[in-house]
């Protein structure tokens, strides 16, 4: 398990996101009646306006679409991790989800580079989103 480190908090539509992955195993995304997918979660829709929308699972899997790599960490608990990437992966359904990568050096990132979700449990209402390559 990794260092204990801050943790999102449980209020809200961020806080339903973490407790949904963390009660299911699956990544859950906001999907809008006219059919759009969203990500971050929001009341209403960008597209049509609409406030009504259910959480639905996704596959978790996508393409690394940018990156970032730490070298120097700011929070103590990431010290012994260090260098460690933050990569957005554009998912299949569609939307770009934040998330750290796992199971591979930064330096061996790519544009493109095929991923799947590993979620990191950390409690019973929160898994963080961790992506791992396939």
């Keep these: 398990m990794r260092p204990e480190r801050v943790l999102p908090g449980a209020g809200g539509l961020g806080g339903e996101y973490y407790a949904r992955a963390a009660e299911t195993g699956r990544l ?4 809008c009646a006219c059919g759009v997918w969203r990500h971050p979660p929001r009341i209403l829709c960008a597209a049509c306006g609409s406030e009504h929308w259910t959480w639905e699972s996704v596959s978790g899997r996508g393409r690394v679409f940018t ?3 730490t070298h120097r960490a700011t929070d ?5 991790e260090l260098p460690y990437a933050v990569v957005v ?4 359904e569609g939307p770009r989800v934040v998330g750290n990568l796992v ?7 790519a544009l493109d580079l095929p991923v799947q979700v590993a979620l990191d449990h950390r409690s019973d209402a929160v898994a963080l989103v961790d992506f791992a390559p396939i």
Aim: charged share 20%; no cysteine; hydrophobic share 50%.
């Design 89 to 92: 992966v554009e998912l299949e």
């Design 103 to 109: 199971g591979l050096a930064p330096s061996e990132l």
């Design 28 to 31: 859950h995304l906001q999907r």
């Design 76 to 80: 103590p608990a990431f010290a012994d």
């Design 67 to 69: 990156w970032t790599v």
